[in-house]
C-alpha cells in the first residue's frame, strides 16, 4: 500500500504551498487537514465564540482552504481522523496535538514571520504555548517538528537562534516566494503607481495607527497615482471608509485578486507585516515596510526558478525512506537542492 502523507494546510498561500509540495510525490497517498487542536477548550472557544475566526484555525480561512481542496479535488482529512499517517507536512508548529508527533513530522516555511518582540521572549522563557504570542513570530522556533524547511539561510539562522535546532533546517526555499520573475508575465491593466499592501493587524488583536499610515503613504506617493491592497483578513468596510476619507480622489482600493502581478507593474511599493514586500525585492522594486531593511536582505526567500516544492517533496521522500529512528534522519542527510542534483 502507498504510504500516507498528512498536508495541514492554514490560509489560502499555505495550501497553495502544501498543494504543489504534494504534486511533487505522485507515489504517496496525499491528504489534507486545515490546522487543528485537540485541546478541548480551544475547540470550545471554535465551536461557541467568534473570537478566533480570523485566526487559521477557523473562519474564512478555513472555510477557503477547505473549498481550494475541494475545487481540486483533493482528499480531506479533518483532525486526522479517518487514517494513521507516515509523514505529517506543518505549515505552523505552534499547534500540534501530542498524538500527531508520533508520525514523522516536517514543518514548511510560510512567508515572512512577524518580529519577534519582548512579548515573544517572555513567552520563550516561560515555556508557554507559543500561539500565545498572537501573530507567526514564534512559528518555526518550537523545535518540535523533525525537519524545518527554510526561505533563506538569515531565516536558518533566526529559526535556531530563538529555539529549534540548526541542525534541523534545512534552506529548500519556499513555494510562492522562490520564482518572482515569473509574475512580469501578467494581463494586470494599470502600471506606474504607487501600491500599498495593507495588513491584518488589528483584525489580529494588534494595535495600529491606519489613518496615519494612509497619510504616510499619499506623502510618499507624492501626486502619483495610489492603489490600496486588503489583506484578506481585513474588515473591507472599515478599511474602505479610512481610505477614501484620507487619500486624493482616484485611489483605488482593491479587496480580491493576486497582488503579484500588481507589484510586478508599480513603481513604488508601500507594505507594513506583508510577505509580499518579498516579491517586491525580487523585483528590484523600492520598497517600504515596518520591518528592519538590512533584516529584510537578509532573510530574502532564495529564488531558485520555482523549484523549492521539488526540494521539499524530495526531502519527504528521503526521510519517508529513511530506516532509522527519525530522530537521527537529520543526523545523517546530505541534503542537495534538486537543482544541484541536475546539474551534478
Known amino acids: ?46 465551536d461557541k465564540t467568534e473570537f478566533l ?47 500527531m508527533l508520533q508520525n514523522k513530522t516536517l514543518w514548511v516555511q510560510e512567508g515572512m514571520i512577524d518580529e519577534y518582540t519582548g512579548i515573544s521572549k517572555l513567552i520563550k522563557t516561560l515555556k508557554l504555548p507559543p500561539y500565545l504570542a498572537v501573530g507567526t ?26 529555539g529549534t535546532n540548526n541542525n534541523k533546517i534545512l534552506v ?11 509574475y512580469h508575465i501578467n494581463d494586470f491593466p494599470l502600471h506606474n503607481y504607487v501600491l500599498v499592501a495593507t495588513s491584518d493587524g488589528r483584525e489580529c488583536f494588534r494595535p495600529e495607527d ?33 481610505i477614501k476619507e484620507n487619500t486624493p480622489e482616484g485611489t483605488k482600493i482593491y479587496t480580491t485578486g493576486n497582488i503579484n502581478p500588481m507589484i510586478a507593474n508599480c513603481d513604488e511599493f508601500i507594505t507594513q ?11 528590484g522594486k523600492k ?11 537578509r532573510q530574502m526567500p532564495i529564488q531558485n526558478k520555482g523549484t523549492s516544492a521539488k526540494n521539499i ?5 528521503d526521510f519517508l525512506a529513511f530506516k532509522g529512528k527519525k530522530e537521527d534522519f537529520v543526523k545523517s542527510y546530505d541534503y542537495k537542492a534538486v537543482s544541484e542534483l541536475v546539474y551534478e
Open 1 to 46: 500500500m502507498k504510504k500516507k502523507i498528512l498536508f495541514i494546510t492554514g490560509s489560502i498561500n499555505q495550501t497553495t504551498q502544501m498543494h504543489q509540495i504534494a504534486d511533487q510525490l505522485p507515489e504517496f497517498d496525499c491528504w489534507y487537514s486545515q490546522i487543528f487542536t485537540d485541546s478541548p477548550f480551544i475547540q470550545w472557544v471554535i
Open 53 to 99: 475566526n480570523k485566526t487559521v484555525l477557523a473562519g474564512q480561512f478555513k472555510e477557503n482552504s477547505e473549498k481550494y481542496c475541494y475545487e481540486h479535488h483533493l482528499q480531506l482529512d479533518y483532525k486526522a481522523r479517518k487514517n494513521q499517517y507516515d509523514l505529517v507536512v506543518y505549515c505552523s508548529d505552534m499547534i500540534i496535538p501530542d498524538r
Open 137 to 162: 513570530s514564534l512559528n518555526g522556533s518550537s523545535n518540535i517538528c523533525d525537519v524545518y524547511c527554510a526561505a533563506s539561510e538569515g531565516y536558518k539562522e533566526r529559526f535556531s537562534k530563538i
Open 172 to 182: 529548500t526555499g519556499i513555494p510562492n516566494f522562490d520564482n518572482c520573475e515569473q
Open 210 to 242: 491606519r489613518v496615519g499610515f494612509i497619510k504616510d503613504c499619499v506623502a510618499k506617493a507624492a501626486g502619483r497615482q495610489m492603489i490600496f491592497k486588503l489583506h484578506p483578513n481585513e474588515i473591507v468596510e472599515r478599511a474602505t471608509n479610512e
Open 273 to 283: 507585516y506583508s510577505s509580499a514586500v518579498y516579491v517586491g525585492m525580487a523585483l
Open 287 to 297: 520598497v517600504h515596510s515596518f520591518f528592519d531593511k538590512e533584516e529584510l536582505i
Open 313 to 317: 517533496a524530495q526531502v519527504c521522500r
